[in-house]
């Protein structure tokens, strides 16, 4: 684990020194959990939801966009259940004056009994060598089975409190931190205030407070957004059930605890598409869009062994079923994607607080109905982080030097293609800016002639550029180049009239849509 921890040190820093990810007013210092993307980062973002929105838009006849504003009308919130609930527990220590989240820190306390229970297994193992048996172990070691008790003890617990009658139980879950003997990280100390429901949501005002300013809120989610269009979709574009509504978009939370980079940010983006449906069919739907989302995540090759689906037990009051994308990043297997049976909920609610009827009329059966709804909902950064973690690598080459390369599916990295002159003479800087200003309608290029060839290779490299080409003495006679590799480092003889259909093909997103159909 130490371990993975200090390659996602590594990431962090690396997104910051290649220009993808930098910490929000940076001059400043930062903000807390807000960061700007960079030249390469703003590239690979943009790619990723090029790759969502063809995937949902171009594929599915019956899937259209939106772009709906940040700001919504404030009842939209109320009706949708923000207000009310959107909250997270959350508890100060009074001698660090530092704020968490309340079942943070009893999952953290749980996670410690896991680690140590693992510790003892480990300890176990080498002392026993070949004789261990880890099974037997686990089973009888008294140690073992004493850490097993009390961690399934305060698991039980907290699903207690978590799920008590009218919401999660405030002073229970102060209880369990007092009895477990829970410490602020900071201070060392259990002098805790009570625990407290905090909205996450951001608030503002819209207009002059003369003029009978209101609150509004930056929304928390994109969602919404597609609900309260439902009707103005359906009817203008003649939508027949079933059918979708993507977007993409900003959304805002106050994290109470903001942690591991652009995991869990105040301001992200997510891509969301909603799916209404006939009332009934819902389950069949549900399974449909889990599967068709798990190979979108897989088409892009990181190993199925790096993604898994996390069934929630527990759902929502309006929802029928509810499962998460995990993905193996570094600090372990991680929320990216949430697919949810929101059943008819939301436009239910919209219809109720705004008066209007919000139905869909069934020319086949000739009733009308509010439409059930199925959700795909993913976050773009935290798509981003996930590629970045699995693309990073420092691998040891023959000669015994190291490269960092960031092995970017070639659909996504920023840059397609580098032309290099060989050197600065001899006409080469024009003839490799000559195949630029043929290829750069086709795909992202770059040029670049400072440094020996060995280090702008490895530049391209750390930024996923998965082809880079060579202008040299021999281009200059016979309009060859060389063409390199990324991942292979392979190196080889091409014609330039060959370049344009050797890597577009590879390069474009069409190319990762087609393996979809
Ligand atoms: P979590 O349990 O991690 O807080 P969530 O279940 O609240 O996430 P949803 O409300 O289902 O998340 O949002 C859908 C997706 O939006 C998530 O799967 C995630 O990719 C992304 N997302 C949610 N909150 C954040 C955040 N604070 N920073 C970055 N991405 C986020």
Redesign the pocket.
């Known amino acids: 684990m130490a371990q993975q921890e200090e390659v996602f040190k590594k990431i962090v820093s690396h997104c910051k020194e290649y220009g993808f990810v930098f910490p929000s007013s940076d001059i400043y210092d930062g903000l807390g ?1 807000v960061y700007d993307y960079g030249q390469n980062g703003v590239e690979l973002k943009n790619n990723i939801k090029q790759y969502w929105w063809q995937s949902m838009v171009l594929l599915h006849e019956n899937i259209v966009g939106i772009d709906a504003a940040i700001f919504m009308h404030p009842t939209t919130w109320k009706a949708s259940g923000h207000v009310d609930a959107f909250n997270d527990p959350l508890i100060d220590n009074r001698d660090s004056k530092k704020r968490y989240r309340a079942d943070v820190l009893i999952e953290d306390q749980i996670a410690k009994y896991d680690d140590k229970i693992e510790k003892e297994v480990e300890k176990a193992a080498k002392r026993f060598k070949d004789q261990f048996n880890e099974e037997q172990y686990r089973a009888t070691s008294p140690k073992v089975l004493e850490l097993v008790e009390k961690r399934d003890a305060l698991h039980k617990r907290f699903q207690e409190v978590m799920n008590a009658e009218g919401g999660i139980d405030l002073e229970g879950m102060k209880q369990i931190i007092l009895d477990e003997e829970i410490v602020c990280p900071i201070s060392g100390t259990r002098n805790w205030t009570d625990v407290r429901q905090f909205n996450l949501m951001f608030k503002t005002e819209m207009g002059a407070a003369a003029e009978g300013a209101s609150t509004i809120y930056l929304r ?2 994109t969602a919404q957004g597609i609900f309260v269009n439902y009707l103005n979709v359906q009817k203008t574009g003649r939508m027949k059930l079933p059918f979708g509504i993507a977007q993409i978009g900003k ?1 805002f ?1 106050n ?1 109470i605890v ?1 942690r591991q980079f ?5 301001e ?3 891509m ?1 598409m909603q799916f209404f449906i006939k009332p009934g069919t819902e389950l069949d739907w549900f399974a449909k869009w889990k599967e068709t989302r798990m190979r979108w995540h897989q088409n892009l090759g990181f190993g199925a062994e790096n993604y898994r689906f996390h069934d929630h037990d527990k759902l929502a009051h309006y929802a029928n079923a509810a499962t ?2 995990e993905f193996h990043m570094p600090f372990g297997f ?5 697919i ?1 049976s929101r059943t008819n909920f939301d436009l239910g609610q919209h219809a109720k607080y705004s008066g209007k009827k919000i139905e869909y009329f069934d020319p086949e059966t000739n009733e009308s109905y509010t439409p059930y709804v199925i959700e795909t ?7 981003f982080l996930s590629i970045m973690c699995h693309s990073y690598e420092e691998q040891q080459l023959p000669d015994g030097q190291t490269r960092t390369v960031l092995h970017l599916p070639a659909a996504l990295a920023p840059v397609k293609l580098a032309v290099f002159p060989l050197t600065k003479k001899d006409g080469m800087p024009e003839k490799a800016q000559e195949i630029i200003n043929d290829l750069r309608f086709h795909f992202n290029c770059k040029y670049e002639e400072k440094d020996q060839i060995g280090k702008r290779y490895r530049r391209m490299d750390a930024i996923g550029c998965p082809y880079c080409v060579t202008v040299d003495q021999q281009t200059l006679v016979d309009n060859t180049v060389t063409l390199r590799d990324r991942d292979t480092m392979e190196q080889r003889r091409v014609a330039i009239s060959e370049l344009r259909g050797i890597i577009e093909d590879k390069v474009s997103i069409t190319s990762l849509l087609k393996n979809l159909l």
């Open positions: 959990a928390p989610e959304a939370r994290e903001a652009i995991f869990r940010m105040r992200f983006e997510q969301e998460d994308i991680k929320e990216v994607e949430g949810h909902s993913i976050g773009v950064d935290r798509m």
